[in-house]
């Protein structure tokens, strides 16, 4: 790992971590999607409704996330589980988000996560993950290909306030 990683501990989220995870995934959102997503929808995003969307998931039991934590806190967090892709069976496994706090970008959090995820993954049974990544997203494409994922050709394409966003899957094997 590199010289500037630090000291990394993960567990499972907890609905008491709900507040936690929506921040993060604010602050993430807004700093790795200015000049992407409308500034109008980033500056929109509420960490106090996103804490209830992870208050909901994690007490219900939908998400399986789990939590990098370090000196600060929590520093990031991986959501994963079985493929939503209505294009891949049961062997296919999914990272439906990854996201760290912008302070703590670059210090192999991320990669920690990733690898946390795929392995758990492959313990459930899969044989192969996939994540979906926004086109623009140069940073988190680059860091997917380090991380052994591989773009496929196809594109798909949802909108935020009128404003096109394209995203490609990413995939790679776990055995």
């Not at 706090?101 to 990669?111: L, Q, R, S, Y």
């Not at 459930?124 to 086109?135: T, Y």
Request: glycine residues 8%.
């Amino acid at each position: 790992m590199p010289s500037n990683t630090t000291t990394i501990a993960l567990r499972a989220a907890t609905p008491a971590d709900a507040a936690a995870i929506a921040a993060i995934h604010v602050a993430s959102w807004r700093a790795t999607y200015a000049g992407i997503m409308p500034a109008s929808f980033l500056a929109a995003l509420s960490v106090e409704q996103r804490t209830g969307f992870w208050y909901r998931a994690l007490t219900a039991g939908d998400a399986n996330v789990t939590i990098a934590c370090g000196a600060d806190g929590v520093t990031g967090w991986v959501a994963y589980g079985p493929t939503r892709d209505t294009d891949k069976d049961r062997s296919w496994g999914e990272i439906g988000a990854i996201y760290l706090h912008p302070a703590h970008c670059g210090k192999g959090i991320g990669a920690v996560l990733v690898d946390h995820a795929c392995r758990s993954l492959r313990d459930a049974g899969h044989a192969w993950v996939s994540l979906w990544a926004i086109v623009r997203n140069r940073r988190a494409r680059a860091f997917y290909e380090r991380e052994g994922f591989v773009a496929e050709s196809n594109i798909k394409t949802f909108d935020i306030e009128g404003t096109p966003i394209d995203e490609v899957r990413y995939w790679r094997a776990l055995r």
